[in-house]
């Protein structure tokens, strides 16, 4: 099983789930994307090895470690990790895949207001689809933890975050004017494993409306394909103090998947 993050966290932001998941019996990592530093605080010291990574080199980066496994894993993605873990599922890559709160992929039409201020830190300068960009506290607020505490927005802050690359989100804003975006999935794989989507209600950074079209884009494949919705949750949901429930209900829809 491949953990995969999104933007703005490390990988070891995973670590509570991967004992969780080890507990249950699963062969767990969470690998970094590429150009991350091996923990927080490197990462935060060279931004510029993060910067210009696009969608398709991170695809490629967990493409090359599935190849080297003796199965196709299940994948967990949250954010942008949710939407490179359907490109995955979508090439057949994965036997199943859970996408939390997963970035827009191509064919969603909806962009809420919420979801325009969450990503402005990098589309006030086209400059950033070539670097890489930090979150201040008080955006880290609003697209991630506004349904929790201040104080425990903060520590979520200070513990997690790490700048990320631009490049996904012009590309993800592109898709719908791009013939060959990468942020477009196979969606009518009919052979593919099962997907299950999660949506949180007070998600500012990629509100349900945003999840609920992207099930929309799979009405033509008969493989499973399935939404939860956690309607007092917001964008932090796998870190924030909440994360149990959401790992539990990873948990529960994998043993109804035999999986």
């Known amino acids: 099983m491949l953990f995969i993050h999104g933007l703005w966290l490390h990988a070891t932001s995973w670590e509570p789930w991967l004992a969780r998941f080890r507990d249950e019996g699963y062969d767990v ?13 490197e990462s935060r010291r060279d931004p510029d090895a993060i910067a210009d990574h696009g969608i398709d080199d ?8 599935i190849d080297a496994l003796p199965e196709p894993p299940i994948l967990i993605g949250h954010s942008f990790g949710g939407m490179i873990a359907q490109k995955l599922l979508g ?39 070539h670097r890489a960009v930090s979150l201040t506290a008080e955006q880290f607020k609003f697209a ?49 494993g ?41 964008h932090s949901l796998v870190i924030d103090s909440g994360w149990g429930e959401i790992a539990d209900t990873c948990l529960t829809w994998l043993r109804g998947q035999s999986l």
């Open 29 to 41: 990592q969470a690998p970094d994307w590429p150009g991350d530093g091996e923990t927080v605080e």
């Open 58 to 65: 991170v695809v490629t980066h967990f493409a090359g470690l």
């Open 91 to 129: 090439q057949d890559r994965a036997k199943a895949a859970i996408a939390i709160d997963a970035a827009q992929i191509k064919g969603v039409l909806p962009v809420p207001l919420s979801a325009l201020r969450a990503t402005l830190p990098v589309f006030k300068n086209p400059a950033n689809k």
């Open 194 to 234: 099962p997907l299950l989507l999660i949506a949180s209600g007070k998600d500012h950074t990629v509100p349900e409306s945003v999840t609920r079209a992207t099930l929309k884009q799979y009405r033509h494949s008969e493989a499973v394909t399935e939404l939860q919705t956690f309607p007092d949750r917001g």
């Open 144 to 192: 991630f933890a506004n349904a929790v505490s201040d104080e425990e927005s903060a520590e979520l802050y200070n513990r997690w975050t790490i700048p990320a690359p631009g490049r996904p989100l012009f590309e993800a804003a592109a898709a719908n004017f791009s013939p060959h975006s990468p942020a477009e999935v196979n969606t009518g794989n009919q052979g593919r």
